[in-house]
T-cell receptor
Framework: EAQVTQNPRYLITVTGKKLTVTCSQN?????MSWYRQDPGLGLRQIYY?????VTDKGDVPEGYKVSRKEKRNFPLILESPSPNQTSLYFC???WGTGVSTEAFFGQGTRLTVV | DAKTTQPTSMDCAEGRAANLPCNHS???????VYWYRQIHSQGPQYIIH???NNETNEMASLIITEDRKSSTLILPHATLRDTAVYYC????????????FGKGTTLSVSS
């Protein structure tokens, strides 16, 4: 089954404690991205990656890092989380080239930073 | 990407057709209309997309006006499980580009 898997689904952490949210896809997609969703602000792109070792900033990259060492994985790293990063996070993947541009989303990670 | 305008909310009776409108008056010639939905904080789900012809798949139909300034997503027989936020997005048909989500339409299907 084609899917994007995020872990963990829920996370409560304290300010300043480094954390990583993992994302893995099994569709051999080139393009992967991270979004955050906040009430009243909708979904906003944090970072994206066009392929292995190719990453770039989205609309709200501050406070986040990503890496793309393998095609299937695209972890989101918060080096020093702050309360304003409390949010619902989604990873997405799609083909980087070709006919289909449908994006597949993970089930989300609800992060609370206290 | 062109901006879209959708009603904030809509109601629909179970079993009836749900018609969700979207205005995109500044759409460019190379931009497609995409629809996604998000069910209760789950990850957004792709529904359908089109350029200028009407499109239909197993989930829905997409009707685009001749001038392409507006479109309608049709769920032919809405069920309770179709209760969700529906997003209309216009973007170029280029794989690997960001989706710009607006506020969407909250569709409530009731029995």
């Amino acid at each position: 089954e084609a899917q994007v898997t995020q872990n963990p689904r829920y996370l409560i952490t304290v300010t300043g404690k480094k954390l990583t949210v993992t994302c893995s896809q099994n569709m051999n997609h080139e393009y992967m991205s991270w979004y955050r969703q906040d009430p009243g602000l909708g979904l906003r792109q944090i970072y994206y990656s066009m392929n292995v070792e190719v990453t770039d900033k989205g609309d709200v990259p501050e406070g986040y890092k990503v890496s793309r060492k393998e095609k299937r994985n695209f972890p989101l790293i918060l080096e020093s989380p702050s309360p304003n990063q409390t949010s619902l996070y989604f990873c997405a993947s799609s083909w980087g080239t070709g006919v289909s541009t449908e994006a597949f989303f993970g089930q989300g990670t609800r992060l609370t930073v206290v | 990407d062109a901006k879209t305008t959708q009603p904030t909310s809509m109601d629909c009776a179970e079993g009836r057709a749900a018609n969700l409108p979207c205005n995109h008056s500044t759409i460019s010639g190379n931009e497609y209309v995409y629809w996604y939905r998000q069910i209760h904080s789950q990850g957004p789900q792709y529904i359908i997309h089109g350029l200028k012809n009407n499109e239909t798949n197993e989930m829905a139909s997409l009707i685009i006006t001749e001038d392409r300034k507006s479109s309608t997503l049709i769920l032919p027989h809405a069920t309770l499980r179709d209760t969700a936020v529906y997003y209309c997005i216009v973007r170029v048909f280029q794989a690997g580009t960001a989706l710009i989500f607006g506020k969407g339409t909250t569709l409530s299907v009731s029995s």
